[in-house]
């Protein structure tokens, strides 16, 4: 990442407390210059001076640190005299880390989904009940199967799990997510564990489990440091579930310069929702064959965690078809403020702009389609699947929160 000088607006403020962002590794390269490198999207590369090395350290202590209490601290460790200059390149280099997010507010969420979606998210895009009992039989799962649930959100599908098995986790980067999905586990009454991390992390933990999903979140992930986890973290038998879905608007809808195939957030190829779900089974199969292949001889004392020697391969995969509307709420529950960023807009003007085009729409209007695929990866696979263009989807309804 090339370093700006920072804008006036991103110096902090003296008493606000930040916190190195944990979203952050701190490394070294061959010849030892320190950098950090974010583990989630985007992978932004930040290099460190000296004296932002030292600075790093003094937001990394539990709870973060106060602009003069991190200053303090880097005065004290060098053993350098606080002259006027030298509080001002300190000031200047804290401000371009907070700007890159390097550092971030003792209080924010590492994710770009924090609390202020969670209503939203769970009122408008609720998990498919027919998707959760499909993964429910095809790995048998019981009161005591373990079970977790990849960068789940707001819980939909963890919380579906949790009905069945007692020992479901949720891991998830976003903070506020997590907390929604256990307040909705204690109202429900059901038992539900949380884990605040990077799925691109799983290859770092010593659990295992019987079953993993990640719905509507891998693209968001580095795909094969979660396959590489997953390799050390599934159980003989274990089963791995992807969800995949995509949104389908006609070109009349009142969002489609949104959420159509023309978006000003991006074009979208007019192909059947098949033609990406086929490459991307392809793929995790082949990653999981090169990962988790006992075909090959070598000595590697973490790779083959609890598998017990039978590959992750490919196991099968369903398609399924969801006609549904997409309005406001749905809108407000998908987009970011990184989304609203792209267009240009306030979001003032843009939220008013939307809530406009929804109001003077009919609801036959807001209709479109919800695409969704399940795909099954299980230890002892064949690396298998059928031919997706040819696969009929089977209708599932919809039911809003």
């Known amino acids: 990442m090339t370093k700006q000088k920072p804008t006036p607006a991103a110096f902090a403020r003296p008493a606000e407390r930040l916190r190195a962002s944990p979203s952050f590794v701190q490394a070294l390269t061959l010849d030892g210059r320190p950098y950090v490198a974010k583990e989630t999207e985007p992978y932004i590369q930040y290099w460190l001076s000296e004296r932002e090395r030292v600075l790093l350290g003094q937001f990394a202590a539990r709870g973060g640190a106060s602009l003069a209490e991190a200053t303090a601290g880097y005065f004290r460790s060098r053993g350098l005299a606080p002259t006027a200059a030298e509080r001002a390149r300190v000031a200047r280099d ?40 499909a993964i429910v039989d095809s790995a048998a799962i019981g009161r005591d199967t373990r079970v977790v649930d990849l960068a789940g959100g707001p819980g939909d599908l963890a919380l579906a799990l949790a009905a069945r098995s007692q020992r479901v986790s949720l891991m998830e980067l976003s903070r506020g997510f997590l907390a929604a999905a256990r307040k909705r586990a204690r109202d429900l009454g059901v038992p539900l ?13 010593d659990d295992t489990w019987d079953v993993a999903t990640v719905s509507q979140a891998l693209h968001w992930l580095d ?24 949104m389908e608007v006609p070109d009349t809808h009142p969002l489609a310069y949104l959420l159509g195939h023309d978006s000003i957030l991006g074009r979208k190829a007019r192909a059947p929702f098949a033609t990406e779900v086929q490459p991307l089974v392809r793929r995790l199969d082949r990653l999981f064959e090169a990962l988790d292949t006992t075909a090959v001889q070598r000595v590697d004392l973490n790779e083959r965690g609890a598998g017990g020697g039978a590959g992750l391969r490919a196991d ?33 003007d843009f939220w008013a702009d939307a809530e406009a085009r929804c109001a003077a729409a009919a609801p036959a209007q807001l209709m479109g389609t ?32």
């Open 94 to 133: 804290i401000a371009g880390m907070r700007e890159a997010g390097v550092l971030m507010g003792a209080d924010e969420d590492t994710s770009r989904y924090d609390a202020r979606i969670v209503r939203d998210y769970v009122a408008h895009r609720p998990f498919p009940r027919e998707i959760a009992q």
């Open 193 to 205: 564990a949380t884990v605040h991390d990077s799925c691109n992390r799983l290859v770092y933990r």
């Open 223 to 246: 795909d094969v440091a979660v396959c590489r986890g997953l390799v050390r973290a599934l159980a003989a038998g274990g089963h791995f579930f992807v969800v995949h879905s995509a």
């Open 316 to 348: 099968g995969v369903a398609l399924f078809r969801q006609a549904r509307p997409f309005g406001l709420g749905y809108a407000r529950g998908f987009l970011t403020p990184r989304h609203i960023a792209v267009t240009g807009m306030t979001p003032e």
């Open 370 to 401: 919800h695409h969704w695929a399940l795909l099954h990866f299980r230890r002892g696979g064949l690396g298998e699947w059928p031919d997706l263009l040819a696969l009929a989807p089977r209708e599932i309804g919809y039911e809003s929160a």
